[in-house]
């Protein structure tokens, strides 16, 4: 059994926090064992929690199709969630419910290794951006230990909120270029690395061409490089986004009307390689 599919058997088996008591199933996650990109909703909702698959409901669909929009389908890529199990009712999770998952999703991110994730809904964005609210952040991206993190609203926000969908629509679209960037940054470090060796040898810092061993690569690439580092107000509540198609409590929350301001663009120059710091 692979490393991954292990993991997978240990959220099954997890129970670690009260949830695992009202679940059906858990909730690992689906797709590609080492997809370039990965999405990151909320928690299961109730069609998830039976069939134990990721966004499998209406909001699933929705999600389904937005990929379809950018050339993808659910294969390509990775589907996961903050929490592994249903919250009772579909409420929100709880801050100790999502503490005692995060190990199982920050394993899952170190053995895909994306270039990209998608955070959908505002728990996940909260994981990746903290203190940012979804309505001003949704549609820009920033980088963070190799990994570029990009903020959606959540699909099930547009089941709420019609006018919420054009939004989403828009925002995914901005999701290929920024991915064909990150491809060819990860491209552009070897030919780099070639170019500093012909530098070398064009010194005589190297007589020939050595053993690889022999040769010293270039400095690693810094650590942590920001894209976007607008602060806004501090979360508030009435932003939650809920998952409509699967409530069964009585929908007293509603999603205040978006905000209106344009959203912030990365500027697309932020993600040229020599920004990235990878050279
Ligand atoms: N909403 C989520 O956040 N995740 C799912 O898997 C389904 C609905």
Not at 62 to 78: E, K, M
Not at 88 to 117: A, F, H, T, W
Not at 149 to 175: G, R
Request: proline residues 9%; hydrophobic residues 35%; contains cysteine.
């Amino acid at each position: 059994m692979s490393v991954f599919e292990e993991l997978h058997k240990q959220i099954e088996r997890c129970q670690d926090c009260a949830l695992g008591k009202y679940r059906t199933r858990a909730v690992p996650g689906e797709g590609l064992e080492n997809a370039e990109i990965m999405f990151i909703g909320e928690a299961p909702g109730w069609n998830e929690d039976q069939q134990g698959l990721p966004f499998v409901g209406a909001a699933g669909q929705f999600l389904t199709s937005l990929l379809a929009s950018i050339g993808l389908n659910r294969n390509q890529v990775y589907i996961a969630n903050v929490i592994k199990c249903r919250p009772p009712g579909n409420r929100d999770p709880l801050p100790g419910e999502i503490q005692v998952c995060s190990k199982y999703l920050d394993k899952q991110i170190e053995l895909i290794k994306p270039k990209m994730i998608v955070t959908l809904g505002r728990y996940s964005m909260a994981r990746y951006f903290p203190n940012e609210t979804i309505g001003k952040i949704h549609g820009t991206a920033k980088q963070k230990d190799n990994i570029t993190y990009f903020a959606m609203y959540h699909p099930a926000a547009a089941l709420h909120q019609a006018n919420l969908k054009s939004t989403i629509e828009a925002d995914m679209l901005k999701i290929p270029p920024l991915l064909a960037k990150l491809r060819d940054a990860s491209k552009a470090v070897p030919a780099q690395e070639e170019k500093l060796l012909a530098k070398m040898e064009d010194k005589k810092l190297i007589d020939s061409k050595p053993a690889p061993a022999q040769i010293e690569k270039p400095a690693a690439p810094a650590k942590e490089q920001e894209i976007s580092e607008k602060p806004v107000a501090p979360q508030k509540e009435e932003e939650t986004v809920t998952k409509a198609e699967e409530q069964k409590l009585p929908e007293n929350k509603t999603i205040p009307p978006r905000d209106e301001k344009p959203a912030i663009i990365i500027e697309e120059q932020a993600l040229e390689p020599k920004q990235l710091n990878l050279f």
